[in-house]
């Protein structure tokens, strides 16, 4: 099972930031923070990880607590094409290797 | 720059029919490679896992198996497909496990109904 909980769905107005939450309460200090999306019919796409320092690269920036136990997942400027299933992550431990397991995630919703 | 294929897109089978997904990665070598499933409206279930030729793992026992025939291809089948197979089916791969990190990158995907 997925060891995150994020709200099942949140909408945001076209042009303003969306702030995703995630909590993560029984992260380990050496696992990982993933966030994917996935558009309608398409496969999950890879979005940004980070481990306890905040990350940002061209597609959002990852605000990790400093207890670790949440993070949120912000889309700077968000645009309707930014309407997907936002999940968060963490590794967990399946036959000795890391793999992350996907929970139902957050329906982001971007309105005109 | 690597990319990852699926075929077909869309399928429909019969119950009881035989099943065979094929997915094959471009670019790198030595990947993780992942099957998922997708049910309607529900999350990403892992199917197997497999870190190098002829090794798959599973922990979730039913009518479907997986192989690596070559380093680069994972193949997902099933002798006699049951109705609750349906569903979406997603390939994925991520770095070998040499690093600390896992992401992971997925295929355009499956649509599969078995009717």
């Known amino acids: 099972d997925a060891k995150t909980t994020q709200p099942p769905s949140m909408d945001c107005a076209e042009g303003r930031a969306a702030n995703l939450p995630c909590n993560h309460s029984?992260?380990?200090?050496?696992?990982?923070v993933y966030w994917y999306r996935q558009i309608h019919s398409q496969g999950p796409q890879y979005i940004i990880h980070?481990?306890?320092n905040n990350e940002t690269n061209e597609m959002a920036s990852l605000i990790i607590t400093e207890d670790r136990k949440s993070s949120t997942l912000i889309l700077p400027h968000a645009t309707l094409r930014d309407t997907a299933v936002y999940y968060c992550?963490?590794?967990?431990?399946?036959?000795?290797?890391?793999?992350?397991?996907f929970g139902r995630g957050t329906s982001l919703i971007v309105h005109p | 720059s690597q990319t990852i294929h699926q075929w077909p897109a869309t399928l429909v089978q019969p119950v009881g029919s035989p099943l065979s997904l094929e997915c094959t990665v471009e670019?790198?070598?030595?990947?993780?490679l992942y099957w998922y499933r997708q049910a309607a409206g529900r999350g990403l279930q892992l199917l197997f896992y497999?870190?190098?030729?002829?090794?798959i793992s599973s922990e979730v026992p039913q009518n479907l198996s997986a192989s690596r025939p070559q380093d680069r291809q994972f193949i997902l089948s099933s002798k006699k497909l049951l109705l609750s197979d349906s569903g979406f089916y997603l390939c994925?791969?991520?770095?070998?496990?040499?690093?600390?990190?896992?992401?992971?990158?997925f295929g355009p995907g499956t649509r599969l109904t078995v009717t």
């Open positions: 994925a791969w991520s770095p070998p496990t040499s690093g600390a990190t896992y992401e992971q990158y």
């Open positions: 029984t992260i380990s200090g050496n696992e990982y």
């Open positions: 980070g481990l306890k």
């Open positions: 992550i963490v590794r967990v431990a399946w036959g000795g290797s890391y793999i992350p397991t």
């Open positions: 670019g790198t070598s030595n990947p993780n």
């Open positions: 497999s870190v190098g030729i002829g090794q």
